[in-house]
């Protein structure tokens, strides 16, 4: 992150995607694959799907009639805005899954207002929900951005954690028992 001056005060400027994107390592896409194509053990597709999958129904991508509908555009729109991120998480998807959901109810509360007419009282309340909507999006669109460069220049990945070592580690071993 970088800051600049303008008009006497500092902005922070945050990197670009384009630029964050070349800090990634290329994938090989016979990794964990036969000679066939087919997943061999080891792989780690199946790696994360229970907390994706809490957060897919949190977007609420089960639910029918109009709830179904804001929720199946805010799925279209997570998808799209976590395809842009320079490393995937589950703090990372939590995060784009709240931006998602504040944008798609902020065009709600937006398209509300406009229907009802902006100089009405509904109306203004409508529009008032929509920006806070929309503020919260653009801070969550910064954070997320944030922890996800901030992973990726990590290079934190899933370890192995050897619990036995850790547990001796914190407690001292000890010869021979208590």
């Known amino acids: 992150m970088s800051t600049r001056q303008?008009?006497?005060?500092?902005?922070?400027?945050?990197?670009?995607?384009?630029?964050l994107a070349a800090q990634l390592p290329e994938r090989d896409p016979t990794l964990h694959r036969d000679a066939q194509g087919r997943f061999t053990s080891g792989n780690g597709i199946g790696y994360g799907r229970h907390w994706k999958r809490t957060i897919a129904r949190m977007l609420g991508v089960d639910m029918h009639g109009e709830a179904g509908e804001l929720a199946r555009e805010t799925w279209v729109l997570y998808r799209a805005l976590l395809a842009e991120l320079p490393y995937d998480s589950a703090s990372v998807r939590q995060l784009v899954a709240a931006r998602a959901r504040a944008a798609v109810l902020a065009a709600r509360y937006a398209r509300r207002a406009s229907e009802v007419g902006l100089d009405t009282k509904d109306g203004a309340a409508a529009l008032a929900q929509s920006v806070a909507l929309d503020?919260?999006?653009?801070?969550?669109?910064?954070?997320?951005?944030?922890?996800?460069?901030?992973?990726?220049?990590?290079?934190?990945?899933?370890?192995?954690?050897?619990?036995?070592?850790?547990?001796?580690?914190?407690?001292?071993?000890?010869?021979?028992?208590?």
């Open 6 to 19: 303008s008009h006497g005060s500092a902005h922070t400027e945050l990197p670009r995607s384009d630029e």
């Open 135 to 178: 503020l919260r999006a653009e801070r969550l669109a910064v954070t997320s951005l944030d922890i996800s460069s901030r992973l990726a220049k990590a290079g934190v990945g899933r370890k192995v954690i050897d619990v036995h070592a850790a547990v001796q580690e914190a407690f001292g071993h000890r010869e021979g028992g208590a």
